[in-house]
């Protein structure tokens, strides 16, 4: 499976985004899926996952209560809606994708997306 990610931008403090990660190749409903961030310096972080049925979102402590992960499958689109965003959100973000659902709850994806890029100016 091929994954892009889009939707990023240049945000101010407070404000909203919302990711998208289209899927390419194969059907994203055969596939567990996660988002990813890494800011300049820093090691990449766990964002959010939602497994293929959508059940079971669930969310790093930086980011519950301000993000919500959903998936239309029959889109084979997933989607990261950023609220009250922070300056500490700036990052590339990236979906991630396994078939593994060990994997997924280790957070060891197999596919990578591109990465998009969220600026939150203050």
């Known amino acids: 499976v091929q994954l892009q990610a889009y939707g990023g931008g240049l945000v101010q403090a407070g404000g909203s985004l919302r990711l998208s990660c289209a899927a390419s190749?194969?059907?994203?409903?055969?596939?567990?899926t996660g988002w990813f961030r890494q800011a300049p310096g820093k090691e990449r972080e766990f964002v959010a996952a939602?497994?293929?049925?959508?059940?079971?979102?669930h969310y790093a402590d930086s980011v519950k209560g301000r993000f919500t992960i959903s998936r239309d499958n029959a889109k084979n689109t997933v989607y990261l809606q950023m609220n009250s965003l922070k300056p500490d959100d700036t990052a590339i973000y990236y979906c991630?994708?396994?078939?593994?659902?060990?994997?997924?709850?280790?957070?060891?994806?197999?596919?990578w997306g591109q990465g998009t890029q969220v600026t939150v100016s203050s």
């Open positions: 991630a994708a396994t078939v593994s659902i060990s994997r997924y709850y280790l957070r060891r994806y197999d596919y």
């Open positions: 190749g194969r059907t994203l409903s055969s596939y567990h």
């Open positions: 939602i497994n293929w049925s959508g059940d079971n979102p």
